[in-house]
């Protein structure tokens, strides 16, 4: 078994045949290994600056970090952000001033739930509206295309009297392009509506940086609004009216002209309609009739004047007098009662007007009159007039000869035609300026070298030196002399070499 002594002498053989290269990487290596773990060692312990951020709000703040200068560190696949703990004050002071997301919507609601007891009751809503105010700043910036949001809440304090109280209102203000901005205003209202109780979408504005209100949607039409949609008017006009003469004429054999008078005037109408019938929605009828004799019992019960007559005699007349008038009729009692609850056929409505309507067109044709053939002015006009359900249309129609103009070359022509002429002038130019600037040159001086004379000589090899014979004859009659002397050195000399 081979002993350490042996073990170190074979290893330091091995490393001996190593090349110098690879010490000198294992050197670098291990200083650098001793670097990192003296400065992991040596510097100051991290803490947790921010936790549980979105990757928007995360990014955000590591930017801010790196721009400037505070060293951080990453944990829990970027959800907790750690830096030094002598740094933590200056982080958080720095990206409050900052506006960075993710520390003043935490620090505004560690604010007020570590609010001291003897805070007042508007100091508690004041700091509850500016939490709540940036927690939806926060979430607004986190819609696609929204670069940067303000939120802005006024929640008035409640009263006793519900006539009284008034509504809560907000103000959003976004910096987004106008698609952006146009797309998602009512998502940003209603997304405002829905944190603050009492608080309608309608209730609240949403505008851009540039001051375009996105929500509500204004009801008059701006200046540049109403030209647009004029000129849109009167475009889709002149194309169905090029779609009703190309048939007839020819593409080419007619000029329009259309112009479009629109009314932007806006209405609301509230109608109350009363219809011409009358519905019964509820009718009690009670009728009584009563008659009889004169014994019968009339009247009001236990009255002397219900009791009937008592009889009585009476002397017939004499002859010759006057007839006694005709008994009265019997007693007789009806009574009617009709009660009846009508209702009246009644309907409201609310009417609101489109944002614009079309008054009026005016429409000019001027045709080719060598293109017209059997198509005759009046059937152009009626079939313009009938393409059109506007109040107001009127068509004017011109035929006159069309001059020709004379057949030169049109800037676009020239403009296409001098495209491939200047490419391939260029072309050869560079061929050009490579030929004669570069190959000939280049040619001419390579014909002028020897070749022999750059490409290096071969290596002298030294002669061979002949030695003369060395002169044996001492060494052999010294091993004569000394035969077990000769005999040991062999021994060793083969012991070592096993």
Known sequence: MPSGREILHQLRTQAARLPKIFWAAGGVIAVSFAV???????????????????????GKVIAQLQKLGIPYQL?????????????????????????????????????????????????????????????????????NGIHSAQVFLALPPETPFLADQPKPTGSVIIQADDATAQSQG?????????????????????????????????????????????AQVETTAAARIAGLLI????????????????????????QISYGPTHLVAHELSTQSSQSGASSAAIGIPGALSNEPPSPTTA????????????APAPPQQTSSNLDQTYVTDQSESDITNPGWTVKSVAVSVVLNKAALGAVTIDQVKAAISGAFAYPKVTVNVLSAAFQKPAPTLSSGVLAQ????????????????????????????????????????????RPLPVALPPRDFSDLREQAGGNIPGVARLLQNWA???E
């Open 36 to 58: 990192v773990v003296w400065l992991e060692m040596a510097g100051p312990p991290y803490v947790v600056l921010d936790e549980g951020l979105s990757p928007a709000d995360g």
């Open 75 to 143: 944990q829990a696949a970027g959800n907790i952000i750690l830096v030094p703990a002598p740094q933590l004050a200056q982080a958080r002071l720095q990206l409050g001033e900052a506006q960075v997301p993710g520390s003043d919507v935490s620090t505004a609601w560690a604010q007020l739930e570590n609010a001291p007891m003897t805070a007042s009751d508007l100091a508690q809503s004041t700091m509850a509206v500016q939490a709540l105010e940036l927690t939806l700043q926060q979430s607004i910036q986190s819609l």
């Open 186 to 230: 009512e998502a940003i209202a209603n997304l405002v509506a829905g944190a603050v109780p009492g608080l309608s979408a309608s209730q609240v504005t949403v505008e851009t940086t540039s001051g375009v209100t996105v929500y509500p949607a204004g009801d008059n039409m701006t200046t540049g609004s109403q030209f647009a949609t004029v």
């Open 247 to 270: 048939p007839l004429v020819g593409a080419g054999n007619f000029q329009t002209d259309v112009a479009a008078n629109l009314d932007f005037t806006q209405e609301h109408i509230h």
């Open 315 to 326: 002397t017939p007349p004499a002859a010759g007098a006057a007839a006694a008038p005709a």
């Open 417 to 460: 035609l001098a495209v491939p002429l200047t490419h391939g002038l260029l072309e050869v130019l560079a061929a050009a300026a490579l030929l004669f600037g570069l190959a000939l040159p280049v040619g001419r001086r390579i014909g002028t070298l020897n070749i022999q004379s750059l490409l290096p000589s071969p290596p002298q």
């Open 495 to 497: 012991e070592e070499n």
